[in-house]
């Protein structure tokens, strides 16, 4: 069958080998190529079967999964590395992460993780074969930014292992909160490159720059940021995501750490909306992060899927003052009570969140954040509390004041 997923099973253990091979050999749509016990018979193997897929562990009587992983993406670009290890290994995640593996599988693992991993990273390797290589001209100035000082404002990372959890809501509706109610000089960063909706949720237009616009060879042009900023109404910067999922190839993991520490330096908040998905970039955001809010909603996969990062974000020696857990519309009528959310994470949930879909679905579909439009309404209210929180203010509420000459129209577009 042609367009079965090819996968090349490295594991230095004959029956773990078996068991994968096994396992893989029940689906219709993957078929095991080859088996290789160390890392130098895998990158062979590699050259030679050109796999899509390569399941790695981390433990090889000649290097290490991580040495070969690194060798093998730079040899064999084309294949999507996943790694596998027991629990606890901590620093092995990002290691991995960083040597170009696409996903990492704790042992042990069930049959439908395995299948699940080898199907998505294969789907998203797909997704990136078809992007178009964009010309840039070389840029005549680059600047590196200078140290990090005591004076630079705060980094936040709003993350959720899952998609649909409410994340770019919660990241513009903060951010909002921030500048219209405390006051403070907030900058927005789309993270999400490929796909990223900020600039839908803010009415803003396509044709607006974006990162995209001042990345150049892998390099932030920081002289030309000022001029890709977006000026919402709201008093909120923007930096939009790329307008084409192909140009996202463009951004750089060093570029984006170039620009968001250049953003600490001119704003009091930085506001970054992470990709549902840990990748170099998004892991490298992680670390800079002075603070996460992880957002989730109260269903058993959201539950389950929080879970999985924070036991990363353990093994990453994450402080737990780090993360700040999220319960999005925590109190749906069908959804788990935020009591037993905290039992199962086993930490207290730091804020929640009210669900109103009448209104948070209206401002999203006009575009008008609901922290303009419906100010004092009780999901508004949670929103500035976390903005609070998450700087550190005061908890009284201050009444947030609609701007002038709010455009009104469904489509509109600035």
Known sequence: MADRISVLIVDDIPQTRE?????????????VVGEAASGAEAIDMALRLKPAVVLMDINLPDMDGITATERLAAKVSTAAIIIMSVQGEAGY???????????FLVKPFSADELVTSVRSVHAREREKAVA????????EIRKAPPPATDADGLLVVVFSPKGGAGKTTVAINVAVAAAMALGKRVCIVDGSFQFG??????????KNKTIADIVIDGVADLDSLESVLIGHSSGVHVLLA????ETAELITTSAVKQI??????????VIVDAWS?????????LDLADEIAAVMTPEITNIKNMRLFLDIADQLDYPHTKIKLVLNRSDAVMGIRAADVEASMGRKVDATIVSDGRIVVYAANRGVPFMISEAH???SLDMLRLARSLTGEATAVVPVAAPANRKKSLLARR
């Open 19 to 31: 068991y994968l091979a096994k396992l893989l050999g029940f689906e219709s749509d993957i078929e």
């Open 197 to 206: 909706d900020v600039g839908v949720l803010l009415n803003l237009s396509p």
């Open 377 to 379: 309404a009780p999901v």
């Open 277 to 285: 998905w840990l990748h170099e970039t998004t892991l490298a955001l």
């Open 132 to 139: 178009v290589d964009v010309p840039v001209a070389p840029s």
């Open 242 to 245: 790329p307008g084409t999922p």
């Open 93 to 103: 995640l990002r290691r991995a992460m960083l040597a170009g593996a696409r996903e």
């Open 260 to 269: 968001v520490e250049a953003l600490r330096r001119t704003h009091d908040l």
